[in-house]
């Protein structure tokens, strides 16, 4: 019986040491997604709908993802457990080659995942594209 108990507490002991160990990792390196939204005039014709995908991206993210914004005239926000549109204007013409510039956009290099919320039928490679 004694040995039993032994084995019990040290193995509870080592199934609490992991928990805390996989929490802690987690939470200093969590899920990094950014999402990209086409602002442009021709996304502006289903703008509902880009709105849309964008709220649903973020609907049940989990307790380790974090959120960046960025369209393709610039960054809207950084790292956040939220996304936040805000009052993202759709002018102009589409350009996603500036999305690739890592001067302008920082957090690309940082991104475990990176989507763009577009209607183009041409979309950059590297990018998993969401359709309004």
Same mark, same amino acid.
């Given at each position: 019986?004694?040995?039993?108990?032994?084995?019990?507490?040290?193995?509870?002991?080592?199934?609490?040491?992991?928990?805390?160990?996989?929490?802690?990792?987690?939470?200093?390196?969590?899920?990094?997604?950014?999402?990209?939204? $086409? #602002?442009? +005039?021709?996304?502006?014709? &289903?703008?509902?709908?880009?709105?849309?995908?964008? =709220? *649903?991206?973020?609907?049940?993210?989990?307790?380790?993802?974090?959120?960046?914004?960025?369209?393709?005239?610039?960054?809207?926000?950084?790292?956040?457990?939220?996304?936040?549109?805000?009052?993202?204007?759709?002018?102009?013409?589409?350009?996603?080659?500036?999305?690739?510039? $890592? #001067?302008? +956009?920082?957090?690309?290099? &940082?991104?475990?995942?990176?989507?763009?919320?577009? =209607? *183009?039928?041409?979309?950059?490679?590297?990018?998993?594209?969401?359709?309004?």
């Amino acid at each position: 019986m004694k040995t039993l108990l032994r084995w019990l507490v040290i193995h509870i002991v080592l199934f609490a040491l992991v928990a805390v160990g996989g929490h802690w990792w987690f939470k200093n390196n969590p899920r990094r997604v950014l999402v990209a939204v $086409d #602002a442009s +005039f021709d996304a502006a014709k &289903d703008w509902d709908g880009t709105v849309a995908a964008v =709220n *649903a991206v973020d609907d049940n993210p989990g307790p380790y993802t974090v959120f960046a914004l960025v369209t393709d005239k610039g960054p809207v926000h950084g790292w956040q457990k939220t996304l936040e549109l805000g009052n993202i204007v759709a002018f102009g013409p589409r350009n996603f080659e500036v999305l690739e510039d $890592d #001067a302008r +956009f920082p957090l690309i290099d &940082d991104a475990t995942e990176r989507l763009l919320v577009t =209607n *183009a039928p041409k979309v950059p490679s590297g990018w998993t594209v969401v359709r309004p």
